[in-house]
């Protein structure tokens, strides 16, 4: 008598499911309890669990499976404890790791401060920061179960009174279906439903995972983005124009938005500015009015969700906003470099000094162990440290050997453009007085053109060629920092003048100083 396969499929999908989501939610549920009292708790716990968890990755899942299999016996209970064996300990790593970094955060710790109790903190603080990846990780935990329980009930494991695509499949191999036409109807449909089934869930999964992780819908909602207003390729101005005209960097009505919901809300709007050969054009304004933004816009480093909406950006004659990220690539470190705010953040904390600048160098371009060894001592020597200091670990620095060190990085191969974007942040201001005097002693011995942002009028006064004023996204001011005091009319300019401390004796303070903040 023939077998109506199209209800042993369904019958098949039944079991098959039931199994993955059943072992799906006790592996979860598991691995949540052991990961949060080994992360939330440490000590002993943490200990004592991480070492069996160690233990369970170690174990080779298929003979695990097997042995397990074998020892209980074959059914459905069987298939979903081994499976639960197998995959709880990942599950347990993962929220381990996750609550390690919740614990630690300003919210939680805040909230411990004025007396919060574990059983609150988990309520309020912790449980809700893992649900966005709790939620994933069950779905793609129902994606592996499915496999394994095919791969279980192939190997002879499954129930032998109920019916699952992995059985079908086993019935199908025993009866020799592989070696002859019979595997069109008994291999193939249980083979694509498993297939379909993973897929599926793999989809649902990343579905839920963007649904449940606001950071991730909103970089997803801005990768879709498209840019709505750029310059026709006709106004880019040639090499040889910028050239004659002096110019390294160009740009011109520079719009970039940050997509909040469906709607794009403009950080900078219409941000026009040059810089000339040698040339250092400081950008001063409050924080959230937009220096950031331009400085990742000119290296073509914006994070969604920000998105470049308008405007142009020419640096030799190239329209950045019209390179490939290939292109781009090419042009980072030689072209235009930049000296980011943190330095610690900015180093590889498991690499030394040396290996780094290496790095930076072997990107670019491809010399000899002596001349890199030599490249790098000259450039340590550079920027004020001596060549010892190379083989040390980020850790082992001061902030301010750090920050040297991140400017070797930026100017190792020699580009015609450096972005600093408020390099002195952080450090102490002996330090930061060090750091621009090296700066101010490099940008003059190599000819350097700069972008240099602050917050800090009189830091920037004393580098600058010229200033340029921002305000809430926009450009208030330009003019020559030795003209500041006197050229500039603009009242938030003024203002800022008016906040500078005045320390000789005779100089009158200036009458009605207000605060450079507004509030709208």
Not at 179 to 184: F, N, P
Not at 395 to 407: A, C, K, N, T, Y
Request: hydrophobic share 50%.
């Amino acid at each position: 008598m023939g077998q109506d396969i199209l209800a042993e499929l369904v019958e098949g999908a039944r079991v098959s499911l039931f199994i993955g989501i059943a072992s799906a939610i006790m592996a979860t549920f598991i691995g949540t309890i052991i990961g949060l009292l080994a992360g939330y708790w440490g000590g002993w716990p943490d200990s004592l669990f991480m070492r069996i968890v160690d233990v369970s990755l170690t174990l080779p899942f298929l003979p695990l499976m097997i042995v397990i299999g074998v020892y209980l016996g074959p059914s459905i209970i069987t298939q979903v404890i081994v499976i639960t064996l197998v995959l709880w300990a990942s599950k347990a790593r993962e929220i381990r790791s996750q609550i390690l970094s919740l614990r630690t955060r300003g919210p939680v710790m805040a909230a411990k401060s004025m007396g919060a109790g574990d059983f609150y903190l988990l309520r309020r603080h912790i449980l809700p920061g893992i649900v966005p990846l709790l939620i994933p990780q069950f779905v793609r935990a129902v994606n592996s179960a499915i496999l394994m329980e095919s791969a279980l009930s192939f190997l002879g494991l499954g129930d032998p009174l109920s019916k699952s695509w992995g059985s079908i499949l086993f019935y199908a191999n025993s009866r020799s279906a592989f070696l002859t036409d019979a595997w069109l109807w008994w291999i193939l449909p249980p083979g694509l439903c498993i297939v379909i089934t993973v897929l599926s869930f793999s989809f649902i999964g990343y579905w839920l995972e963007e649904r449940v992780s606001p950071r991730l819908r909103t970089y997803l909602s801005a990768m879709t983005v498209k840019r709505v207003k750029l310059q026709a390729a006709a106004g880019v101005p040639s090499t040889s124009e910028m050239t004659s005209r002096g110019q390294v960097l160009e740009v011109n009505n520079l719009t970039v938005g940050y997509l909040k919901g469906s709607e794009l809300v403009n950080a900078i709007s219409s941000v026009s500015f040059s810089v000339n050969q040698g040339e250092v054009v400081g950008i001063v304004g409050e924080s959230g009015s937009g220096k950031t933004t331009v400085a990742a816009s000119i290296i073509q480093l914006l994070k969604p969700p920000a998105v470049l909406r308008e405007g142009s950006i020419h640096l030799c004659g190239q329209d950045l906003t019209r390179l490939s990220p290939m292109e781009m690539q090419k042009l980072r470190g030689m072209k235009v470099a930049l000296i980011p705010q943190a330095a610690m953040n900015a180093l590889n904390p498991v690499l030394s000094v040396r290996q780094q600048l290496i790095e930076a160098i072997t990107a670019k371009h491809k010399l000899g162990k002596v001349e890199l060894q030599q490249r790098v001592n000259q450039m340590l020597e550079q920027v004020g440290l001596a060549a010892k200091w190379g083989s040390a670990y980020p850790h082992e620095l001061s902030g301010g050997m750090r920050q040297r060190v991140v400017i070797a990085m930026a100017l190792i191969n020699e580009p015609t453009l450096v972005i600093a974007d408020e390099p002195t942040t952080g450090l102490d201001i002996m330090v930061q007085i060090e750091i621009m005097k090296l700066l101010k002693g490099l940008q003059k011995r190599l000819g350097l053109s700069m972008v240099f942002i602050s917050h800090d009028l009189p830091v920037i006064l004393g580098l600058a060629d010229r200033i340029v004023i921002m305000k809430q996204g926009e450009i208030v001011d330009q003019v020559a920092s030795a003209d500041l005091a006197i050229a500039s009319t603009h009242p938030y300019t003024r203002r800022l003048m008016d906040s500078i401390p005045r320390l000789k004796i005779n100089e009158p303070q200036p009458a009605n100083i207000q605060p450079v903040y507004e509030h709208s």
